[in-house]
């Protein structure tokens, strides 16, 4: 996009943390399914980008995939890149852990193409050499898509980095403290999603609380499975995002001159509780008493919602903002 940051840059120009904390059941599904995003959500992160540094996006749809695969050809060879979503569970390279995983969307660049194959990053840390026949059936499979395809053409002029990076300061504040969607599901989000996780893990009497839900040895181990996924590669980087974000704030208070060195301490911190809890559940086995492990997942993140209040008020502290934000 004509943009040269570091990838702490990049990550904290998209919103860089946040918290999401849900568990849903369906009929069909043997076990609970949970969900955790550690990085800021709901906003897509290019869209995130875009809006910090007062860029326009620019979509397009198609309605089969030979125009579509047309299209990006086109931006490919303008010397651009261009942003998909494809289903998650159709690159070669994942294997879903669930059968109903396959479908989820999932973003990917598609940075360059040699011949018929296309040079594909989904964020992993891996570029991935993906043919044509397979970038259409991924892109196809996320059947509500439309076959969008999104480019950031290259401003006319030099974007301000750190009017950006004061912007999307504010947006990580404003998320973390809430209020995020303007509804009941807000009580799911930011510093309230984390309590109520901690909460949950602890309750041992209500359906809700972990010891009912994720009790019996198959929800259990699945539990302890996407837990730790989605604190370490699910939706985040390890750390549940946090020790990337700590670049960040170091980074940006040179950009901006604001003192964020206290904040990036603080999430420095919060990113090694988030580690041993991955830790703790990644390791939980059949052998292992159910309710040991929940008391300890409790405690832990009992622990780091201090932490992350801690993160959120010398956020706030160094951007001036004026209690809760109210967006």
């Not at 076959?147 to 973390?176: E, K, M, N, Q, S």
């Not at 999603?193 to 893990?201: F, N, P, Q, T, V």
């Not at 704030?249 to 041993?276: C, F, I, M």
Request: negative net charge.
């Amino acid at each position: 996009m004509g943009v040269d940051v570091t990838e702490p840059v990049a990550c904290g120009l998209g919103g860089g943390i946040g918290f999401l904390y849900a568990v849903f059941t369906y009929r069909e599904v043997a076990v609970p399914l949970l969900t955790v995003v550690a990085q800021h959500h709901p906003e897509p992160w290019l869209d995130a980008v875009a809006r910090h540094l007062g860029l326009d996006l620019t979509t397009v749809t198609s309605s089969r995939p030979a125009p579509a695969l047309t299209k990006l050809d086109t931006v490919l060879a303008d010397g651009a890149a261009a942003q998909v979503v494809v289903a998650s569970g159709h690159l070669p390279w994942n294997e879903p852990d669930r059968p109903e995983e396959a479908a989820d969307p999932c973003a990917v660049v598609v940075a360059g193409r040699e011949g018929d194959r296309y040079l594909v990053d989904d964020g992993g840390g891996t570029v991935h050499v993906l043919g044509r026949d397979g970038l259409a059936d991924a892109w196809a499979a996320h059947r509500t898509g439309r076959f969008a395809l999104t480019t950031l053409p290259r401003p006319t002029t030099p974007p301000d980095i750190a009017a950006g990076v004061r912007a999307a300061l504010a947006t990580t504040h404003a998320h973390l403290t809430g209020p995020v969607l303007g509804h009941s599901f807000d009580a799911n989000m930011g510093l309230r999603g984390i309590r109520r996780l901690a909460a949950d893990l602890a309750d041992t009497r209500a359906a809700k609380g972990w010891t009912r839900r994720f009790g019996e040895p198959a929800a259990f181990a699945a539990g302890m499975s996407r837990l730790a996924e989605c604190l370490t590669t699910a939706y985040t980087a390890p750390g549940a995002t946090r020790p990337l974000y700590a670049e960040f704030l170091g980074e940006a208070a040179a950009l901006t001159g604001l003192d964020l060195h206290p904040a990036a301490r603080a999430a420095a911190e919060a990113g090694a509780r988030w580690t041993e809890i991955a830790d703790v559940a990644g390791a939980a086995g059949p052998d292992d008493h159910p309710a040991t492990v929940l008391e300890r997942l409790a405690e832990g993140v009992a622990a780091v919602a201090e932490v992350e209040q801690r993160l959120a008020d010398r956020l706030g502290t160094a951007i001036g903002a004026d209690g809760p934000p109210t967006g």
